[in-house]
């Protein structure tokens, strides 16, 4: 841009949608300026429908594990030792989180549109959706003040002395504004964004019964995909991408603790799954027929109360071929390499990666997205800080306990298939060895634990390929998805009785 335009230019933005942190990219360029251009759509969008105002929610204590009186003084504790007496919140989980509410603005998340001031004294809460007189009356009691989503633009009424303010989330609207009131402010991340990453014990027990429950959903649903579609194809049956899409919400819906996806649902075959994000879009003419040899990437995820899910599986309708069961099999070896991994606790993720794409190096493979992100509880399915990436950050923190992320890694041919292998993990200690006692190595150490209970299907797997160990990891996952899930069955019905004998046949293929 600078070589094109040497005098400068200018570029024009709707300061509602980029946030402080592009504007701190773009000023390293001084030879850009940044223009308010509002969007044109407000003009031309005459029928424009009202925005989403859905009732609030309180998030049971049983599950979030710490009241909000509790979040409170923990975030006030951080905000003393920064000497700011005033911290806002403008990204919706870290308020969902803060104030134990959900909501249900935001397609796939449940959350409420606001905006928070949290000072010595007192939390403001600037949100218009309604709620009932018990959780008012609680928020209330908690030292929380409710106001009107709109009465946010009048917060140079309240004589604040300093701000504290999140770069990633604050938009450029709310940064001209609290600018404006030439007060003293700190850009820096949201000490919410920390506290919520480490979820309570009563989080982790909940997302791993959330977890087994979606797991059983899927277990179902590739079941049907393996045992039924390839016979309803050759019958004559037309099935779609999009059919595949609505089958998966059936099985999920059949769970009465299930509310929604956690995201628009991903199936792509064969070259579809090449791209990595690509989702059905029937209306749009995207929407590819199966067909006995279609290679599936299936990448979803639900939202329960108890949990958030995030679950990618690839599978073959019949026999793949010998390349398809290759790159699937590195792409499984660096799935399992970080699965199996014992860490130090002052390890990153990011400095973890190169364990999972290792496997793939070694055969000239990669791929360019991340390996994991964060996932919340009953929150955004992408969840800051933890991040699997190669590319590294000055602000990436160590693992920390009960920190939940997902572990996925891919490899995409272009026009030909790709492959995505998803699993959600727990970070948890790993017990101390005689070893490392007796050297007096006082290093904590951290491994993963899977939450996801999904089988690997054994025919995309060549195990000429895989290790000793790799193999005896991937056969005690397999039995592992066996015996968490079969208590779930009714073996009385047949229809689990057929999905139990699936289940074994997919952990005795590998043994």
């Known amino acids: 841009m600078h070589d094109e335009h040497p005098e400068g230019i200018r570029v024009g933005l709707d300061p509602s949608v980029y946030y402080h942190v592009h504007q701190e990219l773009i000023s390293k360029h001084p030879h850009v300026t940044l223009v308010d251009v509002p969007s044109p759509l407000d003009d031309i969008w005459a029928d424009r429908p009202a925005l989403p105002c859905a009732p609030l929610r309180e998030h049971p204590l049983s599950i979030a594990g710490l009241s909000r009186a509790d979040k409170l003084v923990k975030v006030r504790e951080i905000m003393t030792s920064k000497k700011h007496k005033c911290l806002l919140l403008a990204g919706l989980d ?16 449940p959350l409420a549109r606001a905006y928070a001031l949290i000072t010595d004294e007192r939390a403001h809460l600037f949100c218009s959706s309604p709620c009932d007189e018990a959780l008012q009356a609680a928020l209330v009691q908690d030292g929380v003040h409710l106001s009107p989503y709109e009465s946010f633009h009048e917060i140079g009424t309240l004589g ?16 001209a504004m609290i600018t404006a009131l030439n007060i003293p402010i700190l850009w820096e991340t949201s000490p919410v964004q920390w506290l919520k990453s480490i979820k309570t014990e009563e989080e982790i027990q909940a997302m791993k019964q959330c977890h087994l429950r979606d797991s059983l959903a899927l277990a179902r649903f590739f079941h049907w995909v393996e045992t039924q579609v390839p016979q309803l194809l050759s019958q004559g049956a037309e099935i779609t991408e999009q059919g595949l899409v609505e089958q998966l919400l059936a099985f999920r819906a059949r769970d009465p603790t299930f509310l929604d996806p956690s995201f628009e649902t991903i199936v792509a075959c064969d ?8 989702h059905p879009e029937p209306e749009l003419g995207a929407n590819a027929q199966l067909h006995r040899q279609a290679m599936i990437l299936c990448d979803s995820g639900g939202q329960y109360e108890q949990g958030t899910t995030d ?13 398809q069961r290759d790159i699937f099999t ?6 399992i390499a970080v699965q199996r991994a014992v860490f130090p606790s002052y390890q990153t993720a990011s400095m973890l990666d190169s364990l999972c794409r290792a496997p793939m190096w070694e055969v000239g493979l990669d791929f360019m997205h991340g390996t994991g992100h964060g996932v919340g509880c009953y929150s955004v399915v992408h969840e800051s800080p933890p991040r699997f990436s190669f590319r590294a950050l000055p602000s990436d923190k160590a693992l920390k306990c009960n920190q939940v992320m997902t572990v996925e890694p891919g490899c995409y041919l272009e026009k030909q298939f790709g492959v995505r292998i998803e699993n959600l993990v727990c970070v948890e200690e ?7 006692e007796l050297c007096g190595d006082a290093t904590q150490m951290h491994h993963f634990v899977p939450l996801t209970w999904v089988p690997i299907q054994p025919r995309l797997v060549n195990q000429a390929l895989l290790s000793p160990r790799e193999k005896a990891w991937l056969c005690r996952y397999q039995a592992q998805c066996v015996t968490r899930l ?3 069955l009714d073996m009385t019905k047949e229809e689990d009785q057929q999905l139990a004998a699936w289940l074994h046949m997919q952990a005795k293929a590998l043994e």
Do not use: C
Request: hydrophobic share 45%; no cysteine; charged share 15%.
């Open 160 to 175: 604040l002395e300093s701000l504290w303010a999140d770069p990633q989330t604050t938009n450029l609207r709310v940064d």
């Open 311 to 323: 679950v990618t599986r690839t599978v073959h309708l019949d026999q793949p071929t010998p390349l």
């Open 430 to 436: 790993w017990e101390k060895t005689a070893l490392g």
């Open 486 to 488: 079969m208590p779930l």
């Open 271 to 278: 070259a579809n799954a090449a791209v990595v994000h690509y």
């Open 330 to 335: 590195h792409v499984l070896r660096g799935w």
């Open 94 to 109: 870290d308020i969902a989180w803060l104030f134990n509410i959900r909501g249900g603005d935001i397609p796939y998340v």
